[in-house]
């Protein structure tokens, strides 16, 4: 039995059509996350409580802080860009899937040698054999296809020592674990992980310190924490039914957050969730986080 404990403290009231990316900012005490359909970026302080939303130019749906004051990497739904939610300066680096008509970037991660990946998702099939892939950004800001034959990239993570990723593609209903070469940032020996229903798509996930990876759990109102060996360590019932991802946060690393969506839902279904769309803050006891390297390709403090 787990002796971890998660207890719901505070809902944020954003209402996202799709809340997604949600990342902790340590040094700023503040939780960042989008709407990816309403092509908002979102910034709330824990200490002031102030909510900000920033309009950004495309749809963006993951991103990853860096080192220069208010500038992100950031999967937009056209590719990979350098990007500034205060100026709006953006510096596009890489549109690997342009040209392919119906596909977007989604998840998204910066590994803990500083590099950003991103997958794609097939959104609007133009042909029936359409597939989607994960990329990797380099320090040189070249881009590399590390997987492909994907539907929906998602679940992209690095357990504790940075030597093993996690990543689902979302309708398989599997996370899988690969072994992760640091230097060369090459992926090998495929091993499933964990498998969810048919009713339930793996989402967002993150690593705890404990090298515990929690998954939000779309379609099954559900975020899951499994051990190493991909076993369910704690299963926490949210009161929406499209959780879609987690972060870990808090002043003391000890927060939950967690993103939802009402993209989908009947009005029905609304009806009996009203708090979809939602970010959700559980306490946790018997757990806690570890702080998201930012990413280091190539910045500068004059772009």
């Given at each position: 039995m787990s002796t971890t404990t998660a207890t719901l403290l505070k809902i944020i009231p954003c209402q996202c059509q799709l809340g997604e990316g949600v990342l902790w900012h340590d040094e700023q005490q503040a939780i960042y996350w989008l709407d990816i359909e309403a092509c908002d970026l979102y910034r709330y302080y824990i200490s002031s409580e102030v909510l900000e939303k920033f309009t950004l130019p495309q749809r963006m749906a993951s991103f990853a802080f860096t080192p220069v004051n208010n500038q992100i990497i950031a999967a937009f739904e056209q590719g990979f860009a350098r990007y500034n939610f205060i100026t709006s300066q953006?510096?596009?680096?890489?549109?690997?899937?342009?040209?392919?008509?119906?596909?977007?970037?989604?998840?998204?991660?910066?590994?803990?040698?500083?590099?950003?990946?991103?997958?794609?998702?097939?959104?609007?099939?133009?042909?029936?054999?359409?597939?989607?892939?994960?990329?990797?950004?380099?320090?040189?800001?070249?881009?590399?296809?590390?997987?492909?034959?994907?539907?929906?990239?998602?679940?992209?993570?690095?357990?504790?020592?940075?030597?093993?990723?996690?990543?689902?593609?979302?309708?398989?209903?599997?996370?899988?674990?690969?072994?992760?070469?640091?230097?060369?940032?090459?992926?090998?020996?495929?091993?499933?992980?964990?498998?969810?229903?048919?009713?339930?798509?793996?989402?967002?996930?993150?690593?705890?310190?404990?090298?515990?990876?929690?998954?939000?759990?779309?379609?099954?109102?559900?975020?899951?924490?499994?051990?190493?060996?991909?076993?369910?360590?704690?299963?926490?019932?949210?009161?929406?039914?499209?959780?879609?991802?987690?972060?870990?946060?808090?002043?003391?690393?000890?927060?939950?957050?967690?993103?939802?969506?009402?993209?989908g839902l009947s009005s029905s279904a609304l009806t009996k969730e009203p708090l979809s769309g939602n970010l959700f803050i559980y306490q946790l006891t018997g757990a806690s986080g570890l702080v998201d390297p930012q990413c280091t390709i190539c910045f500068n403090s004059s772009s």
């Open positions: 953006i510096d596009w680096i890489n549109q690997p899937e342009l040209h392919i008509k119906g596909n977007r970037l989604n998840d998204g991660r910066v590994d803990k040698q500083g590099r950003f990946w991103a997958g794609s998702m097939v959104e609007s099939a133009s042909t029936t054999k359409q597939k989607s892939a994960l990329y990797c950004v380099d320090h040189q800001l070249n881009c590399h296809k590390k997987m492909d034959d994907l539907l929906i990239s998602n679940s992209l993570c690095w357990n504790k020592a940075g030597d093993i990723l996690y990543h689902a593609d979302s309708p398989s209903h599997q996370i899988f674990q690969y072994d992760f070469c640091k230097e060369k940032a090459a992926i090998s020996n495929k091993k499933l992980f964990a498998t969810t229903n048919t009713a339930t798509f793996p989402d967002g996930s993150i690593v705890d310190a404990q090298d515990y990876l929690w998954n939000a759990q779309w379609g099954s109102s559900k975020v899951i924490r499994y051990n190493c060996n991909g076993e369910i360590d704690l299963s926490i019932v949210l009161p929406v039914s499209q959780p879609s991802c987690v972060t870990i946060g808090g002043a003391n690393l000890d927060w939950l957050i967690v993103t939802s969506a009402k993209q």
